[in-house]
């Protein structure tokens, strides 16, 4: 059977690593194991992931923990976009050793001692749609954070790494967790993903899934903690936070292609949730 290595992911100075990956329909993945502890988001898609012989069906918004030296094997029933966090074991026992309450749930899971009792554990977390949002928005930016590797950025990453850890175990802390809620289907925010940067609105959106517009603003407002508007917002303008960093067009460039014709409602926006201009933005990129 295969091993994955750390070595293989990580320098040995760095105690972990985030990843992003799209697995076609029908892919399968055999059976392997790791000598790091694996942490999976699923951000797209449907699937079956096997852990040590037990099936576990995960859909957008599932986050599945997988200990180290554990059989893991999976399969795409569609696509699937997940993000991997590959973690030295001894980054959990270090860093979170001094976290009482933290480090008492994660011993429950990944001490051995643990795993021949009864009730063990299900290495699976539900998140509720708006705390869906956020562990996607989280990871993009340790994506971000861990690919442009700008001076301090370890620093960054562990804080969001500690965030990360914090929610995933908050969610397993819960007597009854509520995954997605399939009233907003899958199909829904798939749909939103791949047209945000098009002035789409509303109505078009609940044709997609036979609502009515407002009934829809209502279901996904009560279900996600953010409006619809809002969180198109959100995604414009996380990519123009993306185009200004990576790419050198102008401003009014970037805005039209995050689907804002209008450079004022595009600037007004950028200020509200970045707290600075988008020339600022960028000033700020390459002073540091």
Known sequence: MFIYKSADYMPISQAFEVQKYTYEK???HPPHQ???????????????????????????????????????????????????????????????????????????????????????????AHFSAAEMLEIERLSEEMLSESEAE?????????????????????????????????????????????????????????????????????IFKNTFGISLHDYIGRKRIDYAKKLLLESSDTVDTIAAAVGYADKKQFYKLFREQVGCTPKQYRQNLEKV
Not at 40 to 60: F, K, N, P, Q, V
Not at 90 to 96: F, G, K, P, Q, V
Not at 178 to 190: D, K, Q, W
């Open 26 to 28: 029908n892919y399968i």
């Open 34 to 124: 790791h000598d790091f502890i694996e942490l999976i988001y699923i951000a797209s898609g449907e699937g079956t992931h096997e852990i040590d012989g037990i099936s576990y069906r995960l859909c957008r918004g599932d986050m599945l923990f997988i200990n180290y030296h554990q059989t893991h094997s999976f399969q795409a029933e569609e696509q699937m976009v997940f993000y991997n966090f590959f973690v030295k074991p001894e980054y959990i026992s270090e860093r979170l050793a001094n976290a009482e309450s933290l480090y008492d749930i994660f011993s429950f899971l990944i001490l051995d001692r643990y795993f021949d009792t009864v009730d063990r554990a299900i290495p699976l």
């Open 150 to 218: 700008q001076p301090g950025y370890a620093l960054v990453l562990d804080g969001y790494m500690r965030i990360l850890l914090a929610k995933m175990l908050r969610v397993l802390c819960k007597k009854e967790t509520s995954g997605f809620c399939r009233a907003v289907t899958p199909e829904l925010l798939a749909y939103i993903d791949e047209n945000y940067t098009k002035p789409i609105t509303v109505t078009e959106l609940a044709n997609q899934c036979f609502y009515h517009p407002t009934y829809l603003g209502r």
